[in-house]
């Protein structure tokens, strides 16, 4: 059984950080690329962060976040983490890691499990 955990949400102010992670279980984690995406009430799921699955491998952002945060894995631990600083009011939104076989994919479409997701909250 394949499973997505994420953790780490939570209420920050304006400024911020916080760090998400995601644990997987039920799948050749060293084989997936992983990623971040981000939905509000009403709105498309948003891609955030995307890591290949090489150790070190490559990560790409959606330039509403470049520069402000930051995703890395551990494939020893299974995990995926995102580094969110200088958060702002509008990051606000439940995040959700998502495990695929599509490299550099930007889009739902391209990942095959998603975990729950994790609501972040930034008041302003």
């Known amino acids: 059984q394949v499973q997505l955990v994420e953790s780490g949400g939570g209420l920050v102010q304006a400024g911020g950080s916080l760090r998400l992670s995601c644990a997987a279980s039920?799948?050749?984690?060293?084989?997936?690329?992983m990623a971040w995406f981000r939905q509000v009430p009403g709105k498309e799921r948003e891609f955030v962060a995307g890591?290949?699955?090489?150790?070190?491998?490559?990560?790409y952002y959606a330039d509403s976040v470049k520069g402000r945060f930051t995703i890395s894995r551990d494939n020893a631990k299974r995990m995926v983490y995102l580094q969110l600083n200088s958060l702002k009011p509008e990051d606000t939104a439940v995040y959700s890691c998502?495990?695929?076989?599509?490299?550099?994919?930007?889009?739902?479409?391209?990942?095959?499990?998603w975990g729950q997701g994790t609501q972040v909250t930034v008041s302003s």
């Open positions: 890591i290949q699955w090489t150790a070190g491998g490559n990560t």
């Open positions: 039920g799948i050749p984690f060293n084989t997936y690329h």
């Open positions: 998502a495990a695929g076989r599509v490299a550099l994919s930007t889009t739902p479409i391209g990942y095959n499990y």
